[in-house]
C-alpha cells in the first residue's frame, strides 16, 4: 500500500533548524549521508559511531564544505556496556531529542558473538537499537513532536525468528540470520508506537523504512557474483537515505507506517509508504519478540517512562 507524493525528494523536506538528530552509523553509506542532508538542513547531528576518530575526520570534511552542526559520540551496539556508556555521556550533553534515526546494521559477516555472547547481527541491528531506544525514551517522550525511525530491509519479508536458538549456535546460516534480526526491527518499529499510544504518550511517534537495494560498504561480507547480479537494482547512497528522511520529517507521516522505495518490488525509487510483509505485521510476533528483547538487554521500556508525568503541554518529570 502506497500513498501520495510518489516524488518526494530532498527538496520536500522541511528545515531542521534548532532540532537535534541521532543517527547510527552516521560514518559511512546510508547513515553518512542521513547526516550529511540533516545538517545541511540545519539539525545538530549527534554522530554516533564505533570508530570516533573516522567520525571526527568526516565532521570536518562536512564542516569544510558548508557550516554544519555536528557532534561525533563512540557507540559500539554490539556491546550493551558501549550502549550504557553512550546514553550517560548523551544525557549528560543534551535535555532533548528530536529524532533518533536506528540505522546502523552489519549484513552476513562470518560468525562472530557480541560482548554479551549474541550472534553478532542479532547483537548489532537489533538489540543494541532495542537498548539504546529503550534508554533514551524518556528523553524522546519529554521532546514534543519526536520520532524514533528504525532501519529495516526488504531481507524482513523472508524472515522469521528461531526463538530456540536466537543466536545460531546449532548452525550459522549468516542470511537467515540477518532476515531474522531485520524482522526483528520491523516487529520493534511496529511494537514501540503501539506501546506508547496505549500508554497515552504523542511523542515519540515510531516508524519504520527501508532501503530498497542500497549499493553500500553493507555488501563487503557479501560474494562478488552476488552483489554484481543485484547492481542493475540497486541505488546509491543518496536514494537509498530518502525513505528514512521520509519517515523522520515529512509531517504527514505517522506512528507505526513503514516508509520504502515506490519502483519495482521496492528495489529502488522515490519514497512511499509501503507494507511490512509476511511475518513483519504479526503483532503477535513482535510481541514475543519485545519480551525475549528486554530479557536479552535487561531494558524495560516501561520502566524508563515511569517518571514522566504527561499532559496536552508535554511531558515532565515527577
Known amino acids: 500500500m502506497r500513498r501520495g507524493r510518489e516524488l518526494w525528494d530532498v527538496g520536500s523536506m522541511p528545515r531542521m533548524d534548532g532540532r537535534t538528530a541521532l543517527v547510527t552509523g552516521a560514518s559511512s553509506g546510508i547513515g553518512l ?7 545541511a538542513m540545519g539539525a545538530h547531528v549527534v554522530m554516533a559511531v564505533r570508530d570516533a576518530e573516522k567520525g571526527e575526520a568526516l565532521a570536518e570534511e562536512m564542516r569544510s564544505q558548508r557550516p554544519a552542526s555536528l557532534e561525533v559520540m563512540r557507540l559500539d551496539l554490539s556491546d550493551l556496556g558501549s550502549v550504557n556508556e553512550f546514553i550517560t555521556t548523551f544525557k549528560i550533553a543534551h535535555e532533548s531529542l528530536d529524532l533518533l534515526i536506528n540505522n546502523a546494521g552489519v549484513m552476513v559477516p562470518p560468525y562472530s558473538r557480541s560482548a554479551q555472547g549474541h550472534e553478532l547481527q542479532w547483537a548489532v541491528n537489533h538489540l543494541g537499537h532495542f537498548a539504546l531506544t529503550g534508554m533514551l525514551i524518556d528523553i524522546l517522550a519529554d521532546t514534543p513532536g519526536s520520532r524514533a525511525v528504525t532501519q529495516t530491509s526488504m531481507a524482513h519479508w523472508g524472515g522469521s525468528i528461531d526463538f530456540d536458538d536466537i543466536n545460531s549456535v546449532n548452525g550459522y546460516r549468516p542470511w537467515k540470520a540477518y532476515q531474522q534480526s531485520k524482522l526483528a526491527n520491523i516487529l520493534f518499529a511496529r511494537g514501540l508506537d503501539r506501546r506508547l499510544r496505549a500508554l497515552g504518550f504523542r511523542s515519540p511517534v515510531s516508524l519504520a523504512s527501508h532501503p530498497g537495494v542500497a549499493d553500500t560498504p553493507l555488501f563487503k561480507h557479501e560474494k562478488r557474483a552476488t552483489y554484481w547480479g543485484l547492481k542493475p537494482f540497486m541505488q546509491d547512497a543518496g536514494r537509498a537515505a530518502l525513505p528514512a528522511l521520509r519517515a523522520a520529517t515529512d509531517p504527514d507521516a505517522q506512528g507505526g507506517e513503514l516508509y520504502g522505495p515506490s519502483g519495482f518490488m521496492e528495489f529502488k525509487g522515490f519514497p512511499a509508504r509501503v507494507s511490512p510483509r509476511n511475518k513483519g505485521s504479526d503483532d503477535e510476533l513482535g510481541d514475543r519478540v519485545w519480551e ?3 530479557e536479552m538487554t ?21
Do not use: Y
Open 298 to 318: 535487561g531494558v524495560a521500556f516501561q520502566r524508563q517512562l515511569e517518571g514522566l508525568i504527561c499532559d496536552d503541554g508535554g511531558c515532565a518529570r515527577r
Open 292 to 294: 525475549l528483547s528486554e
Open 33 to 39: 549521508q542521513l547526516t550529511r542532508t540533516l545538517s
